[in-house]
């Protein structure tokens, strides 16, 4: 009896370790003594014990791998580019990329390698800054071809990183700097420029309005002093008396303007060449005058 169980409980092991799940997006490879029997997909699955084992698993997922390559320019710069590198395994190729690759990692940052060193030092260094995609899609298409014998699709190689010796970094940013000061500079200068030619077309615009104005106003001044003139001729006064008396009361207008301001400080003086000789009688004249008022006044007091 306790035979029977003991055979029962062998059985139950040996079927037990038959079975075994392969998850979600990955493969499984069956071999039979060494030699590959099958490729099982996700869910549960059976082999024969102790006859058959899964000899590795393969993911099916999109994988990534980074890649840090040093390289020189056309300039020679050296630079390093950091490279990603999207690739998975086709589920009808698993027994090539299973079988054929000992380690794909390092298959394809060979490859990345060869490419980059290929085509960077083709180019200037700011020529790998703008044409980046140019490299990836280099990078892409020459991996893709190379991969797929082996069971690998690349889908998507990208320059994630683009690094230059950190001298060559302070030196273009002060070109950068440089450049941008200049610009400024410009800039300024245009702005300065503008400000001085608006301000002196609108200087000349307020002189030919104020031009107009002084012509318009000289105009109307004539017109008033003609017609001044006129009722004067028809009163009986002949022109040359009417342009004396014209003048006689401009000139006594212009005093009363004057006098009708009382913090004004101006004097006016005679400008004809006898004008000092004519001033200077005025003041002796003046100053006798007002001596002969102050003695008739000293002997009224005295005789009173």
Aim: aromatic share 6%.
């Amino acid at each position: 009896m306790i035979g029977t169980y003991v055979i029962i409980f062998i059985l139950v092991v040996i079927v037990v370790s038959g079975l075994f799940v392969v998850k979600q997006q990955t493969s499984a490879v069956i071999e039979r003594f060494g030699k590959y029997q099958s490729i099982r997909g996700a869910g549960l699955q059976l082999k024969i014990p102790i006859i058959d084992k899964v000899s590795g698993r393969v993911s099916l997922r999109v994988q990534q791998l980074d890649v840090i390559v040093e390289t020189k320019t056309k300039d020679d710069v050296f630079v390093h580019l950091k490279i990603s590198v999207q690739f998975l395994i086709r589920p009808d190729h698993v027994y090539d990329a299973f079988y054929k690759l000992q380690n794909p990692h390092e298959q394809i940052t060979a490859f990345i390698f060869d490419v980059v060193r290929a085509e960077v030092p083709k180019m200037i260094l700011d020529d790998v800054f703008e044409k980046k995609e140019e490299i990836a899609l280099a990078i892409q298409r020459d991996l893709k071809e190379a991969m797929l014998d082996y069971g690998y699709d690349i889908i998507k190689a990208l320059v994630t990183d683009i690094d230059p010796d950190e001298k060559v970094k302070i030196a273009m940013n002060r070109i950068n700097a440089a450049d941008r000061e200049k610009i400024a500079a410009q800039h300024e200068g245009d702005a300065q420029r503008i400000l001085i030619v608006e301000r002196a077309k609108a200087e000349a615009e307020s002189k030919r309005l104020q031009g107009k104005g002084i012509a318009d106003q000289r105009r109307e001044i004539a017109r008033g002093l003609e017609e001044s003139v006129d009722v004067l001729n028809r009163a009986g006064i002949n022109s040359q008396e009417a342009s004396a008396l014209i003048v006689i009361t401009q000139h006594y207008d212009t005093l009363q303007s004057i006098g009708s301001d009382t913090k004004s400080n101006l004097i006016l003086l005679p400008n004809n060449p006898n004008a000092a000789s004519s001033m200077l009688n005025d003041m002796v004249t003046s100053l006798v005058a007002a001596n002969k008022v102050q003695e008739s006044s000293h002997e009224n007091n005295k005789k009173e």
